[in-house]
């Protein structure tokens, strides 16, 4: 995978993204002031809303890019906020954090159960006892319904693209395939291709693994909290604590 190119235009993508749902989420499950680490944090959107709104919060993410992107937001906006560098499955530098935000699809980018085991084991080592992880990730549905060879694309004037979507070769993934034709400097557009993988497991596949890691399940729902899921929800929450020793 790579965000070379696709980190700097990934807000264009994602114009329409539900953030202050996001933000509402968080927010009604954790208290202001709480200490956060907001993992694959992307471009930091929304690890710089929850500054903005009184929580004490770092971003984390794999993409140099990305980061890059991340900080230039929080220094105009004047947010102290840290970005470190660093692999969702491997976290260090942190401990008895509060809270850990996994968002935006973030943990859809494991495609491999032991990933997703070791991205909870990582958690759980930096957050303190009854430490709150809140993560939300496409359905099977939504994988196998919305991502079924469509496309995508937008004309505007300095960045247009096509994404094509189909379905990869393990259960309950997505190949995406995202041709950019970018506007440079002297007026000359510039092709530029970007490949992404993402897949997703049942909710009883994250509970099990959740529970071997040490985290008691609060809350399962639909629809940033507001429902219960049903077979058609297209992303599925997940909150919950890590258990006392």
Known sequence: ????????????????????????????????????????????T????????????????????????????????????????????QLSGFQNIDAVTVFCDGMNYLMEEDQVRLTFEAIAAILSDDGVLLFDVHSPYKMDTDFDYKVYAENDEDVSYIWFAQPGELENSVEHELTFFIKNEVGIYERVDEAHSQRTFDSSVYASILDDCGFEIVEISAAFGEKAPIHQTDRIFFYAKKRRK
Not at 49 to 69: F, H, P, R, T, W
């Open 1 to 44: 995978m790579t965000y070379q190119h696709f980190a700097y235009i990934y807000d264009r993508l994602m114009t329409d993204a539900p953030y202050e749902s996001w933000v509402s989420y968080a927010q009604e499950r954790l208290p202001k002031g709480t200490t956060i680490v907001d993992v694959a944090c992307g471009t930091g």
């Open 46 to 89: 929304f690890t710089l809303k929850m500054a903005q709104e009184g929580y004490n919060i770092s971003g984390v993410d794999l993409s140099e890019e990305m980061l890059s992107v991340a900080k230039h937001k929080a220094d105009e906006a004047k947010e102290n906020i840290t970005f470190v560098r660093q692999d969702m499955q």
